[in-house]
Structure formats: structure tokens, C-alpha cells
């Protein structure tokens, strides 16, 4: 309704899922959902975390991993990654473990494991 009423996508409405970027370990993570234009722009992936960047000190855990920017995180662990706020959560219950991660970028599909600190 408030899409509607604003005639555009305003995102989630929960404060916790309003977090629409965020740094997370180095990474600065976009809520797809919440950019049309991305949406558009990745091949029309609707759910997940954008990476928009990685910081080169920072962000080694994504690096080392393999990831670079534009990927788009979908999985954690065989569970749906939504926004960033789901990928927060798992990754705190996840914390100290190596996960598998699964990403999207150019119509393809990729795992990836990363040591969670």
C-alpha cells in the first residue's frame, strides 16, 4: 500500500529490514529489492544482497572467498537471504563456522565457502 501510495517501491517496513545499505565485514551490501533500477540492471534478480563493493583491507573474508562486487547474495547455508537483514542474522548464528554461500552475477550461479569471524 505504501508503494502505491508513494508511486514507487519504498522496501521492507520493518526497522530492522529497513536497512537498505549497510558495511557488513567490508562489503557494502544493497537491498536489491529495494532499487528497481538494480533489479534491472543484474538481470532481474528480486531478493538478496547486492555487493556494491569491497573494501581491499577490510572486506578479505568476501576476497578470499572469491567474491568481488556486483555479485548479488541469495543463500547462506542452503537458507533464503532475503535482505540484508537475514544475512546479519544468519551470519550471527553462524559466527565462527566456514559457511557455504551462494551467489548470483550474469545469469549464473556460484558457491562460495567463507570462514565467519
Known sequence: MATLLA????????MQ?????????GAILI????????IDASGG???G???KAI???TGSMWL????TDGWIIQ??????ISNIADLQRCMQQNSQKVILLTAVKNYSSSSFEIFLP
Open 17 to 25: 529490514e529497513k536497512t537498505s545499505r549497510l558495511d557488513v565485514n
Open 49 to 51: 544482497c547486492y555487493i
Open 31 to 38: 537491498n536489491i529489492a529495494d532499487d528497481p533500477d538494480l
Open 64 to 67: 578470499n572467498a572469491g567474491l
Open 75 to 80: 543463500k547462506l547455508n542452503n537458507e533464503k
Open 55 to 57: 573494501d581491499q583491507q
Open 7 to 14: 508511486g514507487k517501491y519504498v522496501g521492507e517496513t520493518t
Open 45 to 47: 534478480y528480486n531478493f
